[in-house]
């Protein structure tokens, strides 16, 4: 981060100095007093279950030189706003300001995540990058990410999540991308927006405040983003029809160690490979290819970056249990009906026994019953072995299941039962399958079965 002084951020979010020196300067900003250091402001965000206001006065004992607050704190130093988190993304917003820098704003239903760090990978081969890093995808979490910007940066890569109408046209605001990439337009919370078609238009604020050379990168084979005209300069259409800017058709599967894909892109065609099972991530590479292809990037060191690339901490992590020769895939950050065919079907064809390890997906509204007992039957077409099912949809699951499969399945009421079941369960050669909304907590599993 680049300081600026508190008279700049008091004017650039239209806030009033109170009993504070302006010419101080700013050296990092950040919503947990946790994290609060010398020369910090700290923006003290209510939220429905935390008031950060009631840790104004610590954060400034702590060091911080000024709190960011829509509350009078009397003869603390603070900047008072009329609203603390809008303030943030005003500020975040001047502050990209004074930075010539290119913004590349990702969104979507399912796959964002792997998508920006793809993106990430691939352009960090040329430029100097700055990226959302773990869930800092929000209202609050963008603008931190913001902040991570500084004179060498050359491109920043946004990832824009939302579960309310509203939020990504916000972080446009803050954003003005000028590349636009969205993944595809699936059922992540539909119980907010309605219907597939809110979501559709929820997620296309990402071009409310796009640049007006933006150009839009989209899922071609996504059968409402293929129908949509955004204002841009330009639109890059990817999938397996060979008509898009990028195809790709899969040469090789290795299992869970990867895929290997021909990608025809111009007039070009080069081999990739993935080196993680899942025939959905080469959506994910086609859609980070067209932005290299965009900036540049050769198509050797396209390849190099996705040959080697990992996923972000509790998506398709993939270990071995010590002692056990037992393989878990970890991908308990987020859980959708899309997201959880895909991991499904990524284990699908592995000549084992296949366990499974579900909790509910969160966020579906009314028809959130029939979403889990959906992807029940889908586990059990799959030929899935075994289902450990745990929270308020666990019947739905396994109702489904049963349906088409006489496979053992357990429904259980507490988390550290359903541990010590899997624990005696699972037995050399397995492929234990975990994934769960963020809500559910699984990631509990994954630390004990570590041990």
Known sequence: MVKFSLSEAAKAVSGTL???????????????????????????LKGEFFDGHKFAKGAVSAGSVCVLSHEDLGELPHIRVKDTKYALLGLAKWYLEQFNVTVIGITGSAGKTTTKD????????????????????????????????????????????????????????????????????????????????GILKAKSEIFDFADEKAIAILNGDDVLLNKISPKVDKILYYGMDKSAFCSFEKLEDLGLRGTSWRIAVNDESFTVKISLPGDYLAYNAAAAICAGKHFGVSNQDIAAALENFKPSKNRMNIFEIEGTNVTVINDVYNASPPSMRAMIDSIRHENCRKICVFGDMLELGEQSADYHEEIGKYAADAKIDMLFLYGEF?????????????????????????????????RPEDIVLIKASRGMKFERIIEELKK
């Open 394 to 426: 666990s019947k739905d699951y396994e109702k489904g299941f049963k349906q088409k499969s006489n496979q053992n399945v357990f429904c259980i009421n507490e988390l550290d039962t359903l541990i010590s079941k899997l624990k005696v369960t699972i």
């Open 118 to 197: 793809m993106v990430a990978d691939i352009l960090s081969k040329k430029f100097n990058i700055v990226k959302t890093e773990g869930n800092f995808n929000n209202e609050v979490g963008l603008p931190l990410t913001v902040f991570r910007i500084d004179k060498s940066t050359e491109i920043a890569v946004l990832e824009m999540g939302m579960n309310q109408f509203g939020e990504i046209h916000n972080l446009s605001k803050v954003g003005t991308p000028e590349v636009c990439i969205m993944t595809n337009i699936g059922d992540a919370h539909i119980g907010n927006l309605g219907s597939r078609e």
């Open 18 to 44: 109170c009993n504070v020196d302006g010419t101080k300067d700013v050296i990092s900003v950040t919503t947990d007093s946790r994290n609060v250091g010398e020369n910090s402001l700290f923006a003290a």
